[in-house]
């Protein structure tokens, strides 16, 4: 069985988020608990790679075409402006329930409400 993979949750995303991903048993990684709000995109990205995390972000800036090392893997989560943390935390927590957590490595997840999709990366 492959390792479960460690998560960073970018802080532009609500701390429901990171409950959805701990309720299915990840390590889940918040920037507000570790005391680095207000990292620069860049430094978010760098501590994700050093850490081999997938990076979860409703970013829409982050540069994926980097040179370097990147994270294990990255989630871009597209929902409504209107939309709750609630609701952006059923939204996550709605995908782990369709796909396993090793299917995040090496790849780009997009989930938007009712759907996912991915590429390899």
């Known amino acids: 069985m492959a390792e479960a993979p460690l ?3 970018d802080e532009c995303l609500p701390f429901e988020v990171t409950l959805a991903l701990r309720a299915r048993g990840y390590d889940a990684s918040d920037p507000v608990e570790r005391e680095l709000r207000g990292l620069a995109d860049v430094a978010v990205w760098a501590l994700a790679a050093a850490e081999q995390r ?26 409504p402006d209107h939309f709750t943390a609630a609701e952006l ?15 995040f490595i090496g790849r780009i997840t997009v989930v938007s409400p009712g759907r ?4 390899q990366w």
Do not use: H, M, N, S
């Open 7 to 9: 998560f960073f949750v």
């Open 116 to 119: 996912f999709r991915q590429r």
């Open 89 to 103: 935390g059923d939204l996550v927590d709605a995908l782990l329930g369709v796909v396993a957590g090793e299917c």
């Open 54 to 79: 997938v990076l979860v972000t409703r970013d829409k800036d982050f540069p994926l075409q980097v040179v370097g090392p990147r994270p294990a893997g990255l989630v871009l989560v597209r929902a």
